[in-house]
């Protein structure tokens, strides 16, 4: 088995993260969301690793097929609902449950004529406006659902956060549509993503729906995950392949962007953009090198980045890099990145093993 780069999922983590929101979201229900290949995480094995999560959630009918082909049999939800017949009927077939968002999706179910009966998550759009019936179109959408020739098992009534990690007041102005839309009806309720969990405003719902914050990384710009008891569940851990000499004045990497300003020791190591890490890091991003920081020097390339270890002991081939996670946050290194931890944990390609422990 190749040393170089891995995804090392500590399972541990994701179990201990799933208790911390749990403990936040007093009593809610969690629907742990897994979708995007469980943020990188690994789907199958994620959602094994977490057998105590109430229901998991995805995005895309393929997704809950593949869970439930790998023998899960929790609940799953399709966030995006479905947009053909024919993907109705194999959402019945896997016994999916849908989230119903448009008023096509309410149709489907209408001329459903096997009678496949759902649990339902019928969706408001409080101010996200990506998703959702507006709360004008809410009440005559949920009638639909309660007259169909087949009842559904269950409706559920959700909306999503636009701003849940950084504006308060946008988010009591989301509760405020949301409660004044409900009113009156009866049904479940599930508002919260990670940042809802965990923010200033105490969103409720009898479901919340953590994604980010399952796998350890914070949804704030101003709060840790160790602030919020959170641990790291991934960490992108590779080796150096090469240990060289660049004489002062010479540049590292493609571009030239980087130039010996003294006699310098570079590390190579086994990592680049072609397993996710993204090109747009700059110079000076820090990597652990043996679980020291060093800097990143020069570009990433796609199989390789360069980091500067001048003056340190012996750095062999085979020596440990960690790019993030344990030791690292995520966060840090998209912030270099100018993009957030969401990106960098979904976008672990797929030549990259995920080793569970
Ligand atoms: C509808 C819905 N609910 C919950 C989540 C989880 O969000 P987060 O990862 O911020 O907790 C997402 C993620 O994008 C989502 O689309």
Redesign the pocket.
């Known amino acids: 088995m190749s040393r170089l780069i891995r995804a090392v999922i500590d399972t541990g983590a994701l179990r201990h993260n799933l208790q911390t929101i749990r403990a936040r979201a007093a009593g809610a229900r969690v629907?742990a969301?897994v979708?995007a290949n469980a943020?990188g995480h690994g789907l199958v094995q994620t959602a094994r690793a977490l057998p105590e999560a109430d229901a998991f959630?995805v995005?895309r009918l393929e997704e809950g097929i593949r869970l439930r082909e790998h023998g899960v049999r929790h609940p799953v939800v399709l966030?995006e609902g479905v947009f053909t017949a024919e993907q109705l009927r194999e959402a019945a077939r896997y016994e999916l449950e849908l989230?119903v968002h448009d008023a096509l999706q309410v149709h489907l179910l209408e001329a459903d004529a096997a009678g496949h009966r759902f649990r339902l998550w019928l969706?408001i759009d409080t101010g996200m406006n990506r998703?959702g019936f507006r709360a004008g179109e809410f009440p005559e959408a949920l009638r639909r659902l309660e007259r169909l020739p087949s009842p559904p098992l269950e409706v559920r009534l959700?909306t999503?956060l636009a701003r849940a990690?950084d504006s308060p007041a946008q988010t009591r102005e989301q509760l405020a549509r949301f409660r004044q839309a409900i009113r009156g009806h009866l049904g479940a309720t599930s508002i919260a993503?990670?940042?809802?969990?965990f923010g200033e405003t105490a969103v409720g719902g009898e479901w919340v729906?953590?994604?980010?914050?399952?796998y350890g990384a914070s949804?704030f710009a101003d709060r840790s995950a160790a602030d919020l008891k959170l641990r790291p569940a991934m960490t992108l851990t590779t080796s150096v392949i090469a240990v060289r000499s660049v004489p002062r004045g010479e540049t590292v990497g493609y571009g030239g962007t980087w130039r010996a300003e003294r006699d310098s020791r570079i590390a190579i190591a086994a990592a680049g953009y072609g397993d996710g890490l993204p090109w747009a890091l700059p110079n000076g991003t820090p990597v652990l090198v043996d679980g020291r920081r060093a800097p990143l020097c020069g570009r990433v390339s796609m199989d390789m980045i360069a980091v500067d270890v001048t003056g340190w002991g012996p750095i062999e081939v085979g020596t440990p890099v960690v790019l993030w996670g344990e030791g690292l946050a995520v966060e840090e290194v998209a912030r270099r990145a100018g993009t957030i931890a969401?990106e960098l944990l979904c976008g672990v390609s797929q030549r990259v093993p995920l080793e569970m422990r």
């Open positions: 629907l969301v979708k943020y959630a995005a966030l989230v969706k998703l959700m999503h990690d993503n990670s940042a809802g969990v729906r953590p994604g980010l914050a399952l949804p969401y």
